[in-house]
Every structure is written in C-alpha cells, then in structure tokens.
C-alpha cells in the first residue's frame, strides 16, 4: 500500500509538518510512504525578496512530483500554507493539472487529506482545508480528516492549531515554528488515514 505526501512550502513550516505526516504514516504496518513537493513557479529573485531560499534549500532534495504520479497511490496527503484562506497558487497550479486523471477516474476512491499552515491563528486555517475538499471531491477521494480522537486539539492551555479537517500549524511571521502538539497532530493525521487507506486497499 503506497501512501504519498505532497506539499508546497516556503518557509519550511509545511516541509516540517510533511515530514510529521509521513512520520505517522509509515506507523502503519505494510505502508511504502514517499514524499514529494509541488513545483515552485516563483522565480528565484522573488523568492529572494521574500526571504525565503534559505528554508526552501532545506528541502531542495525532495523531488518534485509529477501529476501523472498521483494515480500509483493509495492515498494523498497534501500540504499547503494559505493564502487568503485558501491554497497557495503553486498547489492549485498543480491540481489543475490533474484534468487528464479525472477524465480516467484515476483517482476515484483513494483517500485524500489535507494540512495547512498560516501565519496567524484565524488566517484561514479552516478554510484553506475545507476548500481543498472540493477539489478532492471532484476527483472521486474519499476525504479524511483529523478526528476528536486526536486529543491535543481540545487543549485551552496554548495556542494551537488542528481542527476537525486537518492539522495545522502558525507560523506567525516566519518566527513561529510548529509546536510539539502541532507535529502530533500531523503524525496522528498521517497515521489515520494510512490506517484507513490499508482498509479500504
């Protein structure tokens, strides 16, 4: 059973929690998890301005994801900051890709899921997952979320993130990185769904 995690990031926020993702993942007996990044389409002098090459060069190694690969797995974890409450232009470049998948049905009844990072802890955390969803949807996954079986996204003893739909980080100006929790939730979120995956396969 080949379970995938994909994922954009810029600073390196949604790179930590992917690896989390996979790290829960590969938990589960009989699992062949990889991971893979989305293409950057921003050019290297924007990303300059941004600051953010330095973390990007963290995970320079991981390949980058063909569309066409999509349909050799299981299921998909995918991973995004967001932008506006919703996900970064480079995923939905991506996702839009996929057209030739959905004509084939390729992806129906594989299981897909979704985790985000924001800067801020109502920047569109919710949002940015339950729209992905949509996209899921139309391609025929079966969507899997972060259940209240996952403890730490009741705690009131800090600011956290998680919700029902996926886990999820803040990243606050780039200074924040993700808390333990926040790793937890990941972990336990790549685990569910692998578990889920192994049942439906």
């Known amino acids: 059973m080949k379970v995938l995690v994909l994922f954009h990031s810029f600073y390196g926020h949604v790179h930590q929690m992917a690896d989390a993702v996979a790290e829960g993942a590969r938990q589960v007996e009989g699992a062949e998890v ?38 050799e797995f299981d299921a998909i974890i995918f991973g995004t900051p967001a932008r506006f409450g919703n996900m970064t232009g480079q995923m939905r470049n991506f996702l839009d890709q996929a057209g030739g998948l959905w004509m084939q ?7 897909g899921s979704v985790f985000t990072s924001t800067s801020t802890q109502h920047g569109g955390q919710e949002s940015t997952i339950l729209g992905f969803h949509t996209t899921l949807l139309h391609l025929g996954m079966v ?19 998680g919700s029902p739909y996926g ?4 990243s606050g100006r780039n200074d924040r990185q993700p808390s333990e929790n926040e790793l ?16 439906l396969a």
Do not use: N, W
């Open 184 to 199: 937890e939730a990941a972990r336990f979120q790549g685990r569910h769904v692998t578990e889920i995956a192994k049942k």
């Open 167 to 170: 886990a999820s980080t803040i």
């Open 143 to 161: 969507i899997v979320g972060l259940p209240y079986s996952f403890k730490g996204q009741m705690r009131m003893d800090e600011i956290t993130g």
């Open 34 to 71: 990889v991971i893979r990044r989305v293409p950057e389409t921003l050019p290297q002098e924007v990303l300059e301005k941004m600051g953010a090459v330095e973390s990007q060069e963290v995970f320079a190694h991981i390949p980058v994801c063909e569309v066409s690969e999509l349909a």
């Open 105 to 111: 049905d390729a992806l129906v009844g594989k299981v």
